[in-house]
T-cell receptor
């Protein structure tokens, strides 16, 4: 069965420190992978997707098919990065969306 | 533009009562999703529509949940009768096309409390 695992429920880092939010997936096909973010009192919104190979707000994520991972990274965390982050997978063909349980990032001053 | 609109934002009902949630997607988005989000969990897909057709309802508990998307625009999700375990946030999302790489735009959600 398809699954997305985010092992950390909470990640606290100091401002200016590097950040890595982990995401591992289980899927035998060719996945589409995403990171969604929810800031306080805001809607869930797309942060980035692996197909675009883009950097958004300084965040990047690389799909590692060998390790079945799609970790989200930022070299220098900012206080405004504090939010809930969800990794999501879309299956090929059926386009079924599966979300992880989320990681709350707290950036401390 | 308002984005995806959901109503009501909050609903408190007693168990065994019916409840309905409404969603208006972004104009032109033919794909609509209903998700259930329990506390501390990620969204879980309940049903996905392509226009007015439900193309994936495998996770919808059909004994008590029903959904419709008449005319391929607005959608309604209903629970009848509600149970205590149905307390959660119900999210609606829409996208331009159902391809897996399409961005989903989420509504603010409806927080349901069943007493």
């Amino acid at each position: 069965a398809q699954r997305v695992t985010q092992p950390e429920k909470l990640l606290s880092v100091f401002k200016g420190a590097p950040v890595e939010l982990k995401c591992n997936y289980s899927y035998s096909g060719s996945p589409e992978l995403f990171w969604y973010v929810q800031y306080s009192r805001q809607r869930l919104q797309l942060l980035l997707r692996h197909i675009s190979r883009e950097s958004i707000k300084g965040f990047t994520a690389d799909l590692n098919k060998g390790e079945t991972s799609f970790h989200l990274k930022k070299p220098f965390a900012q206080e405004e990065d504090s939010a809930m982050y969800y990794c999501a997978l879309s299956t090929s063909g059926t386009y079924k969306y599966i979300f992880g349980t989320g990681t709350r990032l707290k950036v401390l001053a | 533009e308002a984005g995806v609109v959901q109503s009501p934002r909050y609903k408190i009902i007693e168990k065994k009562q019916p409840v309905a949630f409404w969603c208006n997607p972004i104009s032109g988005h033919n794909t609509l999703y209903w998700y259930l989000q329990n506390l501390g969990q990620g969204p879980e897909l309940l049903i996905r529509y392509e226009n007015e057709e439900a193309v994936d309802d495998s996770q919808l508990p059909k004994d008590r949940f029903s959904a419709e998307r008449l005319k391929g625009v607005d959608s309604t999700l209903k629970i009848q009768p509600a149970e205590l375990g149905d307390s959660a946030v119900y999210l609606c999302a829409s996208s331009l096309g159902g391809r897996g790489y399409n961005e989903q735009f989420f509504g603010p959600g409806t927080r349901l409390t069943v007493l």
